[in-house]
């Protein structure tokens, strides 16, 4: 397990530029052989966070626990021992060109003084975990972003860490190798019980692989829990922006350029329905139609799927008087869906 106590960075002022908090107050706990996604925009403090996890950098104030041992506090070989148990994968893979699959794979075992035999059986075993035993003589040229980051991940786990910083890893990918690389990582994590910090800007990446999810700003948590809840009821601005990114709470275009800001005769109001809970959004647009006697159009809908629960937004064209459009308000807040009136459509 992971654990930050009290933890603040300071990079000092330096060469005219002023010192950055950029982290502050940091107290949260990884659990033991959980998979969770550490979520920020740039600046937010991410890298920092795995720099201090991993022993690069001192904390300014406060501790990193890794396994009950305090890794803020180790120097030297000390440091380098417990950095074993630390495994880590870039976005860029960082794989010596000069090096096949294998011997990529083979560096930290031969820093770790491993014998030849000892090597050859670990990176074989681990070129067939990672699904490419048929690349171990290629060189990175040769491989696809996916496959070279099997090899990263392939090395990150060759010392059998108990911890695996994933640092924008699929930052790089397409959409389907992303997936590719999640359901591996997800595989690893079920089947060697590694703990797994998912390092992102993306909330896509953490629906789909983390249980847990910490939301940093500024060098801040400004929001952790459970992947469901978060999803489910998001607090802080922050989370509410980068859940509308992967929810599509954004209008489609063709919906978008037909909204104006004045009601018009023989028109309908456009109104957006938050959905999140179990199955919340299922009757909402029949039951609504049926007890208020009216016709109401659906002109988007976007629902997913989230730990069991529904999450993601419905666009409802309303007919009829600034009176029967305030009941529908009224109606869909009596039920607890978050609703607002965000302009009309002719
Ligand atoms: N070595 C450093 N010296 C001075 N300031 C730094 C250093 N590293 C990071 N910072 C500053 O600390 C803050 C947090 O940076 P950090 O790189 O941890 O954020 P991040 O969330 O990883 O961003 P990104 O996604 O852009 O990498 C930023 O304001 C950054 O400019």
Do not use: C
């Amino acid at each position: 397990m992971v654990r930050f106590e009290r933890l603040s960075k300071t990079y000092p002022a330096y060469r005219g530029k002023p010192g950055v908090n950029a982290l502050q107050s940091i107290d949260f706990a990884i659990p033991r052989g959980s998979i969770t996604g550490v979520i920020g925009r740039s600046g937010a403090g991410k890298s920092s966070l795995v720099r201090l996890i991993n022993g690069l950098e001192k904390p300014t104030t406060g501790r990193v626990m890794v396994d009950n041992k305090d890794i803020s506090a180790l120097t030297g070989r000390e440091l380098r021992l417990a950095q074993r148990s630390i495994g880590m994968i870039f976005q860029h893979f960082n794989l010596l060109s000069s090096r096949t699959a294998a011997d990529n794979i083979a560096l930290p075992l031969e820093i770790a003084g491993w014998t030849k035999a000892d090597i050859k059986a670990r990176v074989a075993e681990l070129l067939a975990l990672v699904g490419i035993a048929d690349k171990h003589d290629r060189y990175p040229s040769e491989l696809s972003g996916g496959q070279k980051q099997r090899v990263g991940i392939a090395r990150a786990l060759a010392t059998r860490p108990s911890v695996l910083l994933s640092d924008e890893a699929t930052s790089a990918l397409d959409p389907q190798t992303t997936r590719a690389i999640l359901d591996l990582l997800a595989n690893i994590n079920r089947e060697l019980g590694v703990t797994i910090v998912l390092i992102t800007h993306e909330m896509s990446v953490v629906r789909q692989l983390a249980k847990e999810v910490v939301v940093l700003d500024a060098g801040h948590v400004v929001e952790s829990g459970h992947v469901a809840d978060i999803f489910t009821h998001p607090k802080h601005p922050i989370t509410q922006s980068f859940l509308a990114e992967v929810i599509g709470d954004s209008l489609p275009v063709s919906l978008a350029s037909r909204i104006v800001s004045e009601p018009s005769a023989g028109g309908q109001a456009v109104i957006r329905v938050q959905v999140r809970g179990a199955g919340a959004g299922d009757t909402v647009v029949a039951r609504l139609a049926r007890e208020l006697g009216l016709d109401v159009a659906l002109l988007s809908a976007r629902i997913d799927e989230i730990g069991g629960r529904h999450v993601g937004s419905l666009v409802l064209g309303v007919p009829g008087s600034e009176d029967m459009q305030a009941r529908v308000l009224a109606w869909l807040s009596q039920y607890q869906f978050s609703a607002e009136r965000i302009g009309y459509v002719a």
